[in-house]
């Protein structure tokens, strides 16, 4: 008997990075670069989001889509920041958001009215790394009250992001975190990685992450193609 094995997970995988090429796409033709947001539960991710809308709302068109497992909870938070439509994407337990959902949430924001767009995934360091939503960069979070080998427990997120943000650093005095063998881990798995170590409760370090953003909205619009 001849047992044929059908891999469906590689056909799932490339049948999502096949949208995700049509969203990034869109969001290049529109010229509003996307981050997706990828982070352990409690990271500190929509109070990152919180801060960043506050503080830039008045200068960027700034979209929102943010995905969680079975609440709109965060969603709810973030559209107090914004009178822009905030996309929640609920997944009914499903550890992940996928390109099609990001793909469907962009037929509700008006693209040529947008400068950026800030997805927060799903609280959950492991799935999100494998998943290309059509974004320009991952960013992955870390906070001070977890433990400095986070990234070496968790390599995929790190190889796969760009940016990482070390958050809840006011916290940092109260703890026996030892910040430098936390950024060289993460070094190790990612050495393109570039840091920014911040306190979205106290504003320490925002100034720098804003600059950032400016300047990734600044560069996709003078981008010709």
């Given at each position: ?12 995988m490339a049948r999502n990075d096949e949208i995700a090429r049509g969203v990034r796409e869109r969001l290049e033709r529109a010229r509003a670069p996307a981050f997706n947001f990828i982070s352990s539960p409690g990271a500190g991710k929509t109070l990152l989001l919180e801060r960043t809308l506050d503080a830039l709302n008045a200068q ?166």
């Amino acid at each position: 008997m001849t047992v044929t094995v059908i891999d469906v997970r590689e056909r799932v995988m490339a049948r999502n990075d096949e949208i995700a090429r049509g969203v990034r796409e869109r969001l290049e033709r529109a010229r509003a670069p996307a981050f997706n947001f990828i982070s352990s539960p409690g990271a500190g991710k929509t109070l990152l989001l919180e801060r960043t809308l506050d503080a830039l709302n008045a200068q960027l068109r700034i979209a929102v889509v943010t995905g969680d497992c079975q609440t709109q909870n965060d969603a709810d938070r973030l559209a107090r920041h914004t009178d822009r439509l905030v996309q929640a994407v609920v997944t009914n337990g499903g550890c992940h958001l996928d390109a099609r959902q990001i793909y469907t949430a962009l037929g509700s924001i008006a693209l040529d009215a947008t400068d950026l767009l800030l997805i927060e995934n799903v609280g959950n360091l492991v799935c999100p790394a494998s998943w290309d939503l059509g974004e320009r960069s991952k960013v992955v979070l870390f906070s001070v009250t977890e433990g400095e080998d986070k990234p070496l427990k968790y390599p995929n997120a790190f190889r796969a992001a760009r940016i990482a943000i070390v958050t809840k650093l006011d916290l940092l005095p109260h703890l026996e975190f030892d910040l430098a063998s936390a950024l060289g881990h993460a070094r190790a798995v990612n050495p393109a990685l570039r840091f920014f170590l911040v306190s979205a409760r106290t504003g320490e370090g925002m100034p720098a992450w804003l600059d950032f953003l400016r300047g990734e909205v600044a560069a996709a619009r003078d981008d010709p193609t």
